[in-house]
């Protein structure tokens, strides 16, 4: 007995000693070096042992997830009262099919780009206007479309791979439909959508100053169910990973963050000053909400700190005087890649904020555009106006490795990349929605 009882001193000692370590190593991999140093002498623990870049953060959101889940399984959501009409698997991601890029490493990349795999395409569906929006679900199952006629297509993966066989038919017998929802509640053209993290809910923000909640699970459910009022046009949705939590990149030049549950609304008590050019055209939270980051109509790319919304770090100028239309983080966090009115793609080093690499080549002056990472984030796509052409790179080597017509009637206005396989989506101004996917 008294030999199991030392086993466990020691073990819990040992547990303490590693999160010690990992404590020190996230605030000095953040740049408190005070804090670390303070830690570190408290605790008796190295200020330079060595541990993987945001470890810490991808173990306690690793930990939250395993919570949310046991709580989603036991017990109902208080906030969504849902149906069963959805598989129940929703929300479940997939393990990557390769490890993320890892752009840190100093290595000779020129002459060692790799080719982007031929993909096939289809003409899905098309809005009574223009397609301005699209985004997948994090597992990859769904992907929504929004639209200046106000209407959000919801479409299922699954049907969209069946609708491009040969010959495609379904149980019945007729056309494959991948379709599966339409909705209809919103006054003005729909700007940006998300889906909730573990739960079969849908966001809009639109010009008419809300964010509407769908309940996509329901089969008839045609109207949100939960409105957010804003104050002004909102241009950029983004759910906290804990699906608690939601940002608004709106006209006004600070991000609104909601309480979903109580619908309370804050602002940074610190926030810089940004002049009357500081709408936000899109604002994205890193993968485990520890930051997110604004691309913003005078050009800067801002950085802030999940937990006290405090603006950390301001790139300037990051697309010259012209809009700055996105900005995303990579999977480690560690980089963000925006892209801008200036026709230049841009890769940021977040713990710096020093420029890493540019994707040249592609010219982007006119559409709110956004460039994106494939799922592997071994490449880059972004659109090229001119020529009415998707552009890709090698992500690693920024060498320009492909440029493929859209097959949209004029210029297509956004691409969105699933995040669990090698497909994507192009929304033209011709109204249409694309699927594409690797040829195998």
Request: net charge neutral; with cysteine; aromatic share 8%.
């Amino acid at each position: 007995m008294e030999n199991s009882s030392l086993e466990q001193v020691l073990q819990d000692a040992k547990l303490h000693r590693q999160i010690n370590s990992l404590i020190v190593a996230h605030l000095r991999d953040n740049n408190l070096y005070q804090a670390a140093s303070v830690v570190a002498s408290a605790t008796m623990t190295s200020l330079n042992d060595e541990a993987p870049p945001n470890k810490l953060l991808e173990l306690v959101a690793k930990g939250l997830a395993v919570e949310k889940d046991e709580m989603l399984r036991g017990v109902p959501s208080s906030a969504f009262d849902l149906g069963t009409s959805i598989p129940s698997g929703y929300g479940s991601i997939p393990a990557p099919r390769t490890a993320a890029v890892d752009f840190g490493a100093v290595q000779e990349t020129k002459g060692s780009s790799k080719s982007f795999p031929k993909h096939e395409t289809r003409h899905l569906s098309e809005h009574k206007n223009i397609a301005r929006c699209a985004r997948f679900s994090p597992d990859g199952k769904f992907v929504a479309t929004g639209s200046s006629d106000t209407s959000i297509k919801l479409f299922e993966v699954a049907k969209i791979k069946q609708m491009m066989l040969p010959d495609a038919r379904d149980a019945r017998d007729g056309p494959v439909r991948p379709v599966i929802r339409t909705f209809y509640d919103h006054l003005q053209p729909i700007n940006d959508l998300d889906f909730h993290p573990q739960n079969t809910v849908l966001i809009s923000g639109s010009k008419d100053n809300t964010i509407k909640f769908f309940d996509f699970s329901k089969m008839t459910a045609k109207r949100a169910f939960r409105v957010i009022q804003d104050t002004h046009n909102v241009r950029s949705v983004s759910f906290h990973p804990s699906g608690d939590f939601l940002l608004a990149g709106t006209d006004h030049p600070i991000p609104h963050l909601y309480d979903i549950n109580t619908f309370q609304c804050y602002l940074s008590a610190n926030a810089p000053e940004i002049n009357d050019n500081g709408a936000i055209n899109q604002v994205r939270y890193s993968a485990t909400g520890g930051m997110y980051v604004t691309a913003s109509k005078d050009g800067t790319i801002r950085l802030w700190d999940g937990v006290t919304a405090n603006c950390v770090r301001s790139i300037a100028g990051a697309h010259g005087t012209a809009e700055a239309t996105s900005a995303n983080f990579t999977k480690d966090q560690r980089f963000v890649l925006s892209s801008g009115k200036d026709s230049t793609v841009k890769l940021w080093e977040v713990g710096t904020g020093k420029l890493v690499k540019q994707y040249l080549g592609a010219t982007h002056t006119q559409l709110r555009c956004q460039a994106v990472f494939n799922d592997t984030e071994e490449f880059v796509l972004s659109i090229d106006e001119p020529t009415n052409e998707i552009v890709i790179w090698d992500a690693l080597t920024a060498e320009k490795v492909a440029k493929w017509p859209s097959n949209h009637i004029g210029a297509f206005r956004w691409l969105e990349h699933s995040p669990t396989e090698a497909a994507y989506v192009t929304c033209g101004t011709d109204r249409s929605i694309r699927f594409w996917k690797e040829s195998l």
